[in-house]
Nanobody, 119 residues
């Protein structure tokens, strides 16, 4: 059974930090690109960050560049999103996504974790 379980969300003050984790099971984690998305109330889901299967290359949305760092540990089947200098605009439900574009292509989503940034 495929599972992606996010954790690490919560309430943080502006300028604070959180580290999200995405624990994967039921598929070969190392073959998948891991993405982070977020969705704030009343807004569309937006891309946050990606890390490719080999773990060497990453890409981040302009809105989080220099503040967020995404990483992965293929031995632990876990992806991470380190979020620093959080702003109120970062508040959202954060989702991890596992994507394989080579055959057989697959696309898995976690249930999301809430991040609230407020003083």
């Amino acid at each position: 059974q495929v599972q992606l379980v996010e954790s690490g969300g919560g309430l943080v003050q502006p300028g604070g930090s959180l580290r999200l984790s995405c624990a994967a099971s039921g598929f070969t984690f190392s073959l998948y690109t891991m993405n982070w998305y977020r969705q704030a109330p009343g807004k569309e889901r937006e891309f946050v960050a990606t890390i490719f299967s080999a773990g060497g290359n990453t890409n981040d949305a302009d809105s989080v560049k220099g503040r967020f760092t995404n990483s992965r540990d293929n031995a632990k089947n876990t992806a991470y999103l380190q979020m620093n200098s959080l702003k109120p605009d970062d508040a959202a439900v954060y989702y991890c996504n596992a994507l394989r574009t080579t055959w057989p292509s697959r696309d898995y989503w976690g249930q999301g974790t809430q991040v609230t940034v407020s003083s």
